[in-house]
């Protein structure tokens, strides 16, 4: 298959954006002990009055070049015309900023970076300790419909976490690393030293989805080693995912769920990735471009939404305004240029070797769980995800996508759960 070509001999590594690379040491532990620990509150208001000028000012097209084509050339013009109405009319933002802010934020100073993360605390004293992990073109936000389903005691199995969601150097309210060369073991190490030495957790759990993903398997296949990984819960893997030619060669049968998972990664393989070959090598030219468009950050990065589950979906259960919230963090922090270099600095982000790159190789005795939505865009059947973690249980889920944390809260909250039974 091209694709894999391509994967495996160009870009050998590239998806959505999953990353772990094997060859970079976890070096530098700071064992300073002043981070400078600050509450957040987001205030962005002056700056979205401005923003929205900037999207009355914009000109659309009348009409589509060339139509019919769905989303196989880009969002298509309807779409992006009515986003672009709503943001611009309906749009709420002093609402969506409160919303935001209901949670609590915090920024801490890891290696001369200034790491933004919610930190919401259960009431439980015997609470368990987890990160969740986003990845491009997410944030923190694709993860506020579980906050309450984790940090309250699940009815079934009386488990509670405290739940902490960084934003990745670069994105968002995070600043960006200072060197072009910032790979993700380097973030991962930053995540553990916030864990452990900024919030003083000895032991904790990871969720991690697209390039969150590979940061936190990078996390569960190193410092498990020091005990501080209780076990790892992924939708994605930074593995290179089989194509339907090797799952029928190992004699691997598939659900229909699964069916519906390998044909939208053909799909996404065929028509949606070439903004990764842009990522990797030209993001100043995409970034820079973007930088002071909304509307073309919102064709660009919302349209990226479109990848997730098709309507009905909770993520469209408030309109759009969840897609607008997304694209506005980004347009509001001028973060599209730094969030989007993080392809052009780990361009050997999926392993074509499925193996656990941990300490002399060995793979880590921490409990997997593995996500399988069916809407998502690539396939890691339970074969493959045995071969690099101790897999506890592998689910199915009929419903939703690439932003599961948005399409699918409960059944992602419940493997969460069901994970921590196995601690």
């Excluded at 962005?44 to 009355?56: C, G, H, M, V, Y």
């Excluded at 298509?76 to 409160?98: F, I, M, N, T, V």
């Excluded at 919401?120 to 923190?140: C, E, M, R, V």
């Excluded at 973060?335 to 989007?340: C, D, L, R």
Aim: charged share 15%; net charge negative.
């Amino acid at each position: 298959m091209v694709y894999l070509q391509l994967l495996r001999v160009a870009i050998p590594a590239l998806c959505l954006g999953l990353a772990a690379s094997t060859g970079n040491a976890i070096a530098p532990s700071t064992n300073q002990r002043s981070f400078n620990v600050k509450t957040f509150k987001i205030d962005l208001s002056n700056e979205f009055r401005r923003l929205k000028r900037a999207i009355s000012d914009t000109r659309l097209p009348e009409v589509e070049l060339y139509p019919g084509n769905g989303q196989a050339k880009g969002v298509p013009l309807d779409s992006l015309r009515a986003w672009k109405e709503e943001w611009e009319g309906g749009y709420d933002w002093e609402k969506e900023q409160a919303k935001l802010n209901v949670f609590d934020h915090f920024t801490a100073d890891i290696e001369g970076l200034t790491i933004h993360f919610v930190h919401q605390k259960s009431t439980a004293k015997d609470a368990i300790p987890i990160i969740l992990l986003h990845g491009w073109p997410g944030s923190f936000q694709e993860f506020y419909p579980i906050i309450p389903l984790l940090t309250h005691k699940n009815a079934s199995t009386g488990i509670a976490f405290d739940v902490v969601i960084p934003s990745l150097p670069g994105f968002v309210f995070s600043s960006a690393p200072k060197t072009q060369n910032w790979t993700v073991s380097d973030t991962a190490r930053v995540f553990n030293t916030l864990m452990t030495e900024v919030l003083g957790y000895e032991s904790y759990a990871i969720h991690g989805t697209d390039w969150g993903s590979g940061i936190g398997y990078m996390l569960y296949s190193t410092f498990n080693v020091a005990g501080n990984i209780l076990g790892g819960n992924f939708d994605f893997l930074p593995f290179v995912p089989p194509s339907r030619e090797e799952i029928t060669a190992n004699n691997i049968t598939l659900v229909p769920a699964q069916e519906i998972t390998l044909a939208r990664q053909e799909e996404w393989q065929t028509h949606q990735f070439d903004y990764l070959t842009m990522l990797v090598n030209r993001p100043n030219d995409l970034g820079y471009a973007l930088y002071d468009n909304p509307v073309g950050q919102l064709a660009f990065i919302g349209g990226k939404y479109l990848w997730s589950q098709p309507p009905p979906s909770p993520l469209y259960t408030a309109g759009n305004s969840t897609i607008l919230t997304a694209v506005s963090l980004y347009a509001l922090t001028d973060s599209v240029v730094s969030a989007g270099w993080i392809y052009a600095a780990n361009p050997n982000a999926l392993m074509p070797d499925y193996t656990c790159p941990g300490p002399e190789g060995v793979q880590s005795a921490a409990p997997v769980l593995f996500s399988s939505f069916a809407y998502n865009l690539a396939l890691w059947p339970e074969e493959y995800v045995r071969r690099v973690g101790r897999v506890v249980a592998y689910r199915v889920h009929e419903s939703g996508g690439h932003f599961a944390g948005l399409d699918n809260p409960t059944g992602l909250a419940e493997d969460i759960c069901l994970l921590a039974r196995f601690f």
